[in-house]
């Protein structure tokens, strides 16, 4: 099991800049990827970055060049910055992580946390 809970979220204009954290608890060992999502009123959950233990970052085309996905070298905290800042970038973000065993994945997410950009 691992817990996560997210901070940071909050209300800016376009061109500011946020960052969000995610605290990990419990078997954060285990955990082989961590990133976070985003989803919008009315769209689905979709992936905005992700980082995994095999040195691989991803992120999504609308956060190329804006967004950073860092993490702490024991692997229980991590955070998004986001800079640059657009009204299409208001979404719910949740924190999210991906624990793979020899007989399964399992993804953990936290609670979301409200990005709102307005113009």
């Given at each position: 099991?691992v817990?996560?809970?997210?901070?940071?979220?909050?209300?800016?204009?376009?061109?500011?800049?946020?960052?969000?954290?995610?605290?990990?608890?419990?078997?954060?060992?285990?955990?082989?990827?961590?990133?976070w999502?985003?989803?919008?009123?009315?769209?689905?959950?979709e992936?905005v970055?992700e980082?995994d233990?095999?040195?691989?970052?991803?992120?999504?085309?609308?956060?190329?060049g804006?967004?950073t996905?860092?993490r702490?070298?024991?692997?229980?905290?991590?955070?998004?910055?986001?800079l640059?800042?657009?009204?299409?970038?208001t979404?719910v973000?949740?924190?999210?992580?991906?624990?793979?065993?020899?007989v399964?994945?399992?993804?953990?997410?936290?609670?979301?946390?409200?990005?709102?950009?307005?113009?």
């Amino acid at each position: 099991q691992v817990q996560l809970v997210e901070s940071g979220g909050g209300s800016v204009q376009a061109g500011g800049s946020l960052r969000l954290s995610c605290a990990a608890s419990g078997r954060t060992n285990r955990v082989y990827a961590m990133g976070w999502y985003r989803q919008a009123p009315g769209k689905e959950r979709e992936l905005v970055a992700e980082t995994d233990r095999d040195g691989r970052t991803n992120y999504a085309l609308s956060a190329e060049g804006r967004f950073t996905i860092s993490r702490d070298n024991a692997w229980d905290m991590w955070s998004l910055r986001m800079l640059s800042l657009k009204p299409e970038d208001t979404a719910v973000y949740y924190c999210h992580a991906r624990v793979i065993t020899v007989v399964a994945s399992y993804d953990y997410w936290g609670q979301g946390t409200q990005v709102t950009v307005s113009s």
